[in-house]
């Protein structure tokens, strides 16, 4: 079994500043690449930023020069701290990761429980 779990969540004024972190524990062989994605109420779940294995990372258009994902391999942790956030920021975020769980497993998409953000104005 697999787990991520979130943590870093909570209210922030607008202008304000939080940092998400996943780690991503159990039966792990290898982690390609890890993401946090967002959902805000009555929309679709969105791509907030993503970072490969190497270290090469993409950012929506939204969160461009506020938002730096990182991660680190050898905690199996990846992060995302997140400045100058605007109310439209509020969603529930969640962390996914590509994981193989076996030397010869297929990898596979992992979700976290999600962690809620609120940024008042």
């Known amino acids: 079994q697999v787990q991520l779990v979130e943590s870093g969540g909570g209210l922030v004024q607008a202008g304000g500043s939080l940092r998400l972190s996943c780690a991503a524990s159990?039966?792990?062989?290898?982690?390609?690449?890890m993401g946090w994605y967002r959902q805000a109420p009555g929309k679709q779940r969105e791509l907030v930023a993503g970072?490969?294995?190497?270290?090469?990372?993409n950012y929506s258009d939204s969160v461009k020069g506020r938002f730096t994902i990182s991660r680190d391999n050898a905690k199996n942790t990846v992060y995302v701290q997140m400045n100058s956030l605007k109310p439209e920021d509020t969603a529930v975020y969640y962390c996914n990761a590509e994981i193989a769980t076996n030397w010869n497993a297929p990898l596979a998409q992992y979700w976290g429980q999600g962690t809620q953000v609120t940024v008042s104005s």
């Open positions: 970072i490969s294995r190497g270290g090469l990372t």
């Open positions: 159990g039966r792990i062989f290898a982690i390609n690449a």
